[in-house]
């Protein structure tokens, strides 16, 4: 039976499981839910037989791609333009320079100087650069990558943002700043939303509120960021074939729908109890997606250009840290 409702009932399966036992097993509160399902559907992929995991294939599909899509349109209503804007001029010129930074140097350094292809070195900069697994994952229908790649990049955001989120709060203690230039470094500097709440609780509820804000307007950069890499993609594309340009291209519609949803929360035109169902959903959206690029990808295929992609991660983690000082010295 190759009828999409079966490979989606299996991503919606682990990502229900998956958001349930977050929610009520403390020891991994700290791990994003979206990591978690990732590694899941991993697990899934090695353990079913082929004849199995063969009938699933259109169902997941349609998770990773619409599903996606509407996951992170719903994500727009974890954000209004009021806190945004508690942030500053300065913190917005920070998110931007970071986000600048790291999208240059991850795509010049990985195909100049470690030779990786340019989809995974794109993939490894989008995923450090704003907002980890979430960002890599919207990237992937936009520059049309494999799968392997997509988790090769996710793989290096659990890595880096993980130490990050553990060795920031050691940090603060090391370096002469306030908990609120603490707060706008852990906010253009950690990979994950989660883990941004982590390293900025582990000092103080005003370095927590700081870092998340902070982090939003690395979020909302997103948009911007796929458009350019939308337009890229088109002029890349047309010049390889001029006839079939207009098919090949994914127009990143969600992107302008992701605006609308923030500024619709902006306005309170939404009682609170609907909006906090809407990220709720965005959140299981989100983990069934990424459940099912777990379960599209197996574990061998990491080994082409994984090595050369941890460099590439590690060259931007160290990146990330020290750009993320020289900001918040200023602030």
Known sequence: ??????????????????????????????????????????????????RYKKPLGPGLNIAK??????????????????????????????????????????IWAGTKLFKLDTEQSILVAVGSAICGAAAVAAMEPIIKAQPYKV???????????????????????????TEAQYGLWVGVSVHEVAQVVVAGDSVSTT????????????VVLL??????????????????????SKNKVAVPWFAFLFIGAIVINS???????????????ATYLL????AALGMLTHISVLKQGGAKAFALATLLFVTLLVTGY??????
């Open 207 to 218: 370095a927590a509120h700081m870092a998340v804000l902070e982090k939003m307007l690395r």
């Open 223 to 244: 948009v911007p960021v796929l458009l350019a890499f939308a337009v890229w993609m088109r002029q890349k594309v047309y010049a390889a074939d001029t006839e079939s």
């Open 1 to 50: 039976m190759n009828h999409p409702i079966v490979g989606l009932l299996a991503a919606i399966a682990i990502a229900v499981g998956v958001v349930e036992l977050h929610q009520w097993l403390p020891a991994i509160q700290s791990v994003s839910p979206l990591l978690i399902s990732i590694g899941v559907g991993i697990l899934v992929s090695h353990l079913l037989p082929a």
């Open 65 to 106: 791609g619409t599903i996606l899509r509407l996951a992170i349109v719903l994500y727009g209503f974890n954000i209004t333009l009021q806190a945004l804007s508690e942030v500053g001029v300065y913190g917005l010129f920070s998110a931007l320079t970071m986000v600048s930074v790291i999208l240059c140097v991850g």
């Open 287 to 290: 983990c069934i997606a990424m």
């Open 151 to 177: 988790l090769t990049a996710i793989s290096t955001v659990v890595v880096f943002g993980t130490l990050s989120m553990l060795l920031m709060p050691l940090m603060f203690q090391l370096f002469d700043i």
């Open 326 to 331: 020289l900001l918040a010295q200023f602030a």
């Open 267 to 281: 306005l309170n035109w939404i009682p609170a109890n609907v909006t906090t169902a809407l990220t709720t959903t």
